[in-house]
């Protein structure tokens, strides 16, 4: 069974810093991309991060570049998302998922659209206080 697990949510204050992680089971990991997407009220769906599994090569939404990295732990098939100088507008619920790397993906034209992605997680809530 395929599933992703996030985990690290939380509240904090402006300014702060989280780190998210995304456990992946149930499938290779190497087969993938995982990608980070949140999703605030009444806002559509936005991918803010992407890692391909297979050559390390990371994409970033403008909105974070800078300020969050993304990595990845092949071993223990888990992505994390490092959030730093987080804004009151980084609140959301994030969701990692996964993005299948056939022959004719190019991550770096469709990392970003969520209906490319096989799988989802859950999501974990982040709430950034001003």
């Known amino acids: 069974e395929v599933q992703l697990v996030e985990s690290g949510g939380g509240l904090v204050q402006a300014g702060g810093s989280l780190r998210l992680s995304c456990a992946a089971s149930g499938f290779t990991f190497d087969d993938y991309a995982i990608g980070w997407f949140r999703q605030a009220p009444g806002k559509e769906r936005e991918g803010i991060s992407c890692i391909s599994s297979s050559d390390g090569s990371t994409y970033y939404a403008e909105s974070v570049k800078g300020r969050f990295t993304i990595s990845s732990d092949n071993a223990k098939n888990t992505v994390y998302l490092q959030m730093n100088s987080l804004k009151p507008e980084d609140t959301a619920v994030y969701f990692c998922?996964?993005?299948?790397?056939?022959?004719?993906?190019?991550?770096?034209?469709?990392?970003?659209?969520?209906?490319?992605?096989?799988?989802w997680g859950q999501g974990t809530q982040v709430t950034v206080s001003s």
């Open positions: 998922a996964a993005l299948p790397l056939e022959l004719h993906t190019i991550v770096v034209l469709v990392w970003a659209r969520a209906y490319e992605y096989d799988h």
